[in-house]
Nanobody, 122 residues
Framework: QLQLVESGGGLVQPGGSLRLSCTASGFNLDNFAIAWFRQAPGKEREGILSNSGSNGLTFYSDSVKGRFTMSRDRANNTVYLQMNSLKPEDTGVYYC???????????????WGQGTQVTVSS
């Protein structure tokens, strides 16, 4: 099984920026589609950004478009979620997910990280 570990969460002020990391082990991440999800307390899990890998397809949710981007560091088997212009409603637990098949922003991905907490507050 592909192992995923998120890091980089924490407390940030509204309007600030934060970068999350998702490091994989067990397999070459180049062979997987990657997606980021978040879940606020009492809310459903929300897909916010995904990338198909070699084909270069990327989907954004309307809630993060223009503010969040994703990149891959293939040498270190890591993907990053860069979050800018953060809002209080961005608060939640953020997860990375991976699969050999691409599901866009749907939550059908097979492998999931443990999550990292992001809190946007002054």
């Amino acid at each position: 099984q592909l192992q995923l570990v998120e890091s980089g969460g924490g407390l940030v002020q509204p309007g600030g920026s934060l970068r999350l990391s998702c490091t994989a082990s067990g397999f070459n991440l180049d062979n997987f589609a990657i997606a980021w999800f978040r879940q606020a307390p009492g809310k459903e899990r929300e897909g916010i950004l995904s990338n198909s890998g070699s084909n270069g397809l990327t989907f954004y949710s309307d809630s993060v478009k223009g503010r969040f981007t994703m990149s891959r560091d293939r040498a270190n088997n890591t993907v990053y979620l860069q979050m800018n212009s953060l809002k209080p409603e961005d608060t939640g637990v953020y997860y990375c997910a991976a699969d050999s098949w691409y599901y866009g922003l749907n939550s059908a991905y097979e492998d999931w990280g443990q999550g990292t907490q992001v809190t946007v507050s002054s």
